[in-house]
């Protein structure tokens, strides 16, 4: 069963040894066109999290 697309972007936060992770859409990804392995910044945003491209 397929979720309904304003479900589609809600995910939920798992643990993995000591780190927690979050899983991106796989839409969201092919926008930013993003990659396995592709270097990310996470920053503040007021009571929340922005995620950002790594830029050297």
């Known amino acids: 069963m ?3 697309i304003e ?3 809600v ?3 798992s643990k993995r040894g000591g780190s927690y992770c979050v899983t ?7 926008e930013l066109k993003w990659r396995e392995k592709q270097k990310i ?4 945003s007021g009571d929340g999290l ?3 491209d ?3």
């Open 54 to 56: 790594w830029k050297k």
């Open 11 to 13: 995910r939920k936060i």
């Open 2 to 4: 397929r979720r309904k």
């Open 50 to 52: 922005k995620i950002v």
């Open 7 to 9: 479900d589609r972007n």
């Open 41 to 44: 910044v996470f920053k503040r």
């Open 24 to 30: 991106i859409p796989v839409e969201m990804m092919r």
